[in-house]
């Protein structure tokens, strides 16, 4: 019998390879804006962070005319997921082969839920319950979020697993009760993602959809090693 009767997705960096597209035309509109930023830059610092994190910050380092920045890079953001936005590379293969409840809880508006996984084929393993962090009173990583997923879909925390690529939806993961899982896409260039994911309380991480797939099975079974602490290097 399962171990298991929830699984709650982040989207951008696990479902859909988002985050290249999203740091390129984020770096675009603010240098454009006068705040010169790279493209890895934005990736480093901002990924994970809902948009109103990112208008303060952007604010706090002295970016006038916020909303006008941010309506031009919608613009062009959405555009390029058009043009050019995949699911992250064998992630179909592993809903498919995971028949089990699966929800969305994602730090994006619902906008850009609508405009970038709502695009995809594997919107219809989530749709209706894909939930954005606009729907409660405070974005990942305060649990509200996951406490919302786990009411909405009427499940329990200690049998529900958390997918996540960023610290912050792991930490709103062990705030709320429920375990988490570290994914890293093999083509992130940011460095010591694992050991970064396992500090903030990931009990593993995934590196690639094929090995997410192998973990996730193991856990919904039961059969899983209780990992040891790991000793992060300053
Ligand atoms: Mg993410």
Known sequence: MNKIDLL???????LIDSEPIAARTLAHAITHAGIAMTPRDV????TGK????????LLERGLSAVDAVFA????EIF???????RAMEGISDV?????????VASNSSVERLKMSLGLLD?????????????????PKPAPDLIELCLARMGASAARSILIDDSPAGIQAACAAGVKA????????PRAARRDILLAAGAQDVAVGTADLGRILHRHIAGHHEVRQPVEIEA
């Open 122 to 138: 594997i919107w219809a393993h989530f749709a209706p319950n894909v939930f954005s962090a606009e729907m409660v009173a405070a």
């Open 8 to 14: 709650i997705f982040d989207c951008d960096g696990v």
């Open 79 to 85: 555009a390029e997921f058009k043009r050019e936005l």
């Open 50 to 57: 809902s948009e109103p994190e990112l208008r303060n910050i």
């Open 95 to 103: 809903l498919q082969g995971l028949d089990i409840a699966k929800c």
């Open 43 to 46: 990736l480093v610092e901002f």
């Open 72 to 75: 031009k890079w919608h613009v």
């Open 181 to 188: 899982i570290g994914f890293v896409a093999p083509d992130d």
